[in-house]
């Protein structure tokens, strides 16, 4: 549901052995920055331009980044930001990674996640991040819809389905340029989170369907070929996960009853009574793409929120179950850190950094985008064989009671209509180990995988950085979920 204006708890664990903190202060004329701009020989009015090697965040020696912006049509900019992988670059995959909302920059993902650097409490210096993904990856932030932390221009994204299209000719433009070329043929894992669960299964899927017009000689583009989708604690069928909401009020595991006895029957008569959530819920999922369907879903959305989730969460933290809202925790270091004029300028940043958009999100909001399902697409994407997973946080035994709880996630996986659906049902969840210690309990059925990551929060690589990155590469190696 809606993710995108609250504080992300997120706790970073990064271990013992860090790099000394790079400061603002710091000379960087060693690094070579050079601002080049390339224009798509296919695609009218986007350019590319980016500046190579800043010298911010990713520091370690012969590691290459290029940032700047993809100009995707007339005064449309979405910033991007690349990391080379640390190890073996010249053949380890290509990632991708989008933040959710909607409305809600990448960046969030790169300095609070898994990219390769963390901020200071200082705000002006960072330090290497050891478990970043780009340790065995490639890895591409994107910030998207335009408006989004470095995004700039004019906005025409009202939602998901709308969303994909400015996404891939944001690839068409990569790859048709020399700079990204040799990325268009490597393993591409598209990863994601929240509302990510829309994102995942409509961008992926488009891709492909642009990808069969590439094919059949109906369209001149780039294939962009996605060979793995990953989602964390992913918004992914708002009917199953709204029921969660009141199931996991009810009975939170290692918490028990959350809300009185007459809240509970309130939130319960509002799910399930004439006209209720439920109802107005299968109606927005009825209405389809109808020209109807944008009230109706608005409405769905609007009731279910009010009715269901705001007093099914009450006075605790809607994204862990062991804070009450008024924490103000994680402190956000980097946000005031890509605000400074000098990295603004090193990087390339034309506008001032916005984690996530009020107004980006207000066009979703216009149509009801977050009510819809994409189960049915993540469910066709299981049932083609793409390697998939699909990760949720348990924190101490609990969870968050909103950003989409891991009750709901799994129900949402359970409900999935594919070949593996029976088979999961009979698949218990079993602990997979890193170093001895227990990280996840998992199930795998074929090239799908389900893990519920133990100790952790909305933001699993935040919390657990070490069994992130194990599991990310398992999943990239396109391995079953294992002990390591």
Known sequence: MRLVFIRSCVALIVGAALARAVSLTDDFEDFETRRVEVHSRIHNETTLRYIKNSGICETTPNVTQYSGYIDVGTNMSTWFWFFEARNSPETAPFTLWLNGGPGCSSMIGLFQENG?????????????????????????????????????????????????????????????????????????????????????????????????????????????????????????????????YYNFATYAPGYGQLQSDAVLKNISESLYGPDGCVAKGEACY??????????????????????????????????????????????????????????????????????????AYGLFEQTGDDARTWLPQLSALANSGMKILIWVREPDCSDSIRSCNWLGGYASVLAMDWYGNETLHNTLLSNITLGGTPIAAVANVDNFSFARVYAAGHEVAAFQPAAALAIFTQVMNKEPLHSV
């Open 286 to 359: 009825t209405a389809g793409n109808s020209t109807e369907s944008n009230d109706i879903c608005v409405q769905a959305d609007n009731y279910c929120t009010n009715y269901v989730f705001v007093p099914a969460i009450g006075d605790l933290d809607m994204y862990d179950l062991r804070q009450n809202s008024s924490s103000l925790f994680p402190p956000e270091y980097y946000v005031d850190y890509l605000r400074k004029k000098h990295v603004m300028k090193r990087i390339g940043a034309e506008t001032k950094y916005a984690e996530c958009s009020y107004a």
């Open 116 to 244: 390769p650097c963390l901020v200071n409490e200082d705000g002006n210096s960072t330090y290497l991040n050891p478990y970043s993904w780009n340790n065995v990856s490639n890895v591409i932030y994107i910030d998207q819809p335009i408006g989004t932390g470095f995004s700039y221009g004019t906005d025409t994204v009202n939602s998901t389905e709308t969303a994909a299209p400015l996404v891939w000719k944001a690839f068409q433009v990569l790859f048709e340029s020399k700079l990204f070329s040799e990325y268009a043929s490597r393993e591409f894992i598209f990863a994601t989170e929240s509302y990510g669960g829309h994102y995942g299964p409509s961008f992926v899927t488009y891709f492909e369907q642009q990808n069969a017009l590439i094919a059949s000689g109906a369209l001149e583009g780039e294939p962009v070929v996605v060979s793995a989708l990953v989602i964390n604690n992913g918004w992914y069928d708002p009917l199953i996960q709204n029921i969660a």
